[in-house]
């Protein structure tokens, strides 16, 4: 390990948390949107089946893979009285970008300058990433350039993985009883659906699938999905005079209509939400489009719901013949309205950060986890840091420093929960 990064703790898991990752990434599980299945796509399996397989080795009980494609396992405490304690992390990577053929490449003791990757003309630049500008002398983990890395969200199992194993391997150290789950489908927002909250047991939990070194996040968007149907009036473009309505044109009239200088995610920042168009699709006669609403506010989030609605009904209004169909769908709430109710969870995290030398940082997430769902059906879990960054796209990274730093905080919150 560089001199960066000081911790004897998160030192002895480097390496092994080093090992996993980059053996995890290469398995490919993108999750696949409007899932007709759980998981929604079979290399998640690929990954949960070796996930149950090692957790099994270690000498973890109540191993399982569920048949929605859960893996769930449990790691004995050793302080009687000891509440039990959840941690997951989700095994598919987003749609966004491939996951197939991922090369992870490690680069040692970053310099501080540019990194060429070796495909796609893909460079991780200081100059644009403040975050990479910050972690000289770590070692620096990427993908070639064409691909994801795949640390949202395996940087996360591997940080589990590694810490189970370490706390195994040290039964002197003080520790709670650890509920471990590997999730799918996180990235289409179904990670949290088909979760058994009753048999997971937990008092609470915590996702390890954010970013930032010491972040702490009990806050989130609230979500919904707007799914805009337009159907217009189809004919040869040779006799079409007064007579075709293109659902294409009308549909793009109205994510034209939609403000440009603010409500978009480009020019929104902190707390601020958006309307942000996702998928466009169609034909003359039928047009689909796809757009997510976010606000941490639910009454700023109705908000922008009206203004959509409104633009939409006002493009068809403005083109005799067409049909409207707008259809929402809830994705999931502000977690801070469920988490605030059990202080001591976020209060317990922020002191297990700072005993790894770490200053805390309290965010909001500005999209959701497996958390914000978890939190709203009664398991309050916040999320922590795992070290990586630049997510869904080919420039995504991981500073294995900050990996380390995460399974570190992670042991000492199970040493902290165990005195409660």
């Known amino acids: 390990m560089p001199a960066a990064y000081t911790s004897a703790l998160a030192e002895a898991v480097a390496p092994d948390l080093l090992e996993r990752f980059t053996r995890y990434v290469q398995i490919d599980t993108q999750s696949k949107v409007d899932r007709e299945q759980s998981p929604s796509t079979p290399g998640q399996l690929n990954l949960s089946r070796l996930l149950l397989q090692e957790l099994h080795d270690l000498g973890l009980s109540d ?25 997951i992390a989700h095994v598919d990577t987003s749609p966004q970008a491939s996951g ?81 789950c590997f999730t799918p489908d996180e990235e289409i927002g179904q990670g949290a659906t088909l979760f058994d909250i009753e048999k997971f047991g937990a008092r609470c939990a915590y996702t390890i699938d954010g970013s930032d070194l010491g972040e702490i996040q009990d806050e989130s968007f609230s979500a919904v999905e707007a799914r805009v149907t337009i159907t217009g009036i189809d004919v040869h473009p040779g006799q079409a005079t007064g007579k075709l309505v293109s659902a294409l044109r009308v549909a793009a009239e109205m994510i034209a209509s939609l403000p440009s200088d603010r409500l978009t995610p480009d020019t929104t920042s902190d707390r601020e939400g958006f309307i942000h168009p996702v998928s466009f699709t169609g034909t003359g006669e039928t047009a689909h489009v796809r757009l997510i609403v976010r606000d941490f506010d639910d009454d700023l989030l109705q908000s922008h719901v009206a203004l959509l609605r409104e633009a939409a009904e006002r493009a068809v209004a403005n083109h005799p013949g067409a049909l409207l169909e707008f259809e929402l769908i809830r994705q999931y709430r502000n977690m801070r309205a469920y988490i605030e109710q059990v202080p001591e969870v976020v209060e317990l995290a ?12 309290r965010t909001p997430i500005r999209g959701g986890t497996d958390g914000s769902r978890l939190s709203e059906r009664g398991l309050p879990t916040p999320n922590i840091f795992d070290g990586g960054y630049e997510y869904h796209s080919v420039r995504e990274w991981a500073s294995l420093q900050d990996m380390a730093a995460s399974c570190a905080t992670v042991m000492r919150l199970a040493e902290i929960w165990s005195r409660r």
């Open 350 to 361: 922020t002191e297990a950060i700072r005993a790894e030398g770490i200053e805390p940082i």
């Open 63 to 87: 191993t399982e893979l569920d048949q929605d494609g859960y893996v769930y396992a449990t790691l004995a405490g050793n302080v009687d009285g000891a509440p039990t304690v959840g941690l």
């Open 100 to 180: 197939a053929g991922v090369k992870p490449l490690v680069h040692r003791d970053y310099d501080g300058g540019v990194i060429t990757l070796p495909a796609g003309g893909t460079q991780l630049d200081p100059g644009a990433m403040s975050e990479l500008a910050e972690k000289q002398g770590h070692d620096i983990v990427s993908a070639s350039g064409d691909t994801l890395l795949g640390a949202d969200d395996k940087a996360g199992v591997a940080i589990i993985m590694a810490a189970a194993k370490y706390l195994k391997q040290n039964p002197e150290l003080p520790r709670c009883t650890l509920r471990i």
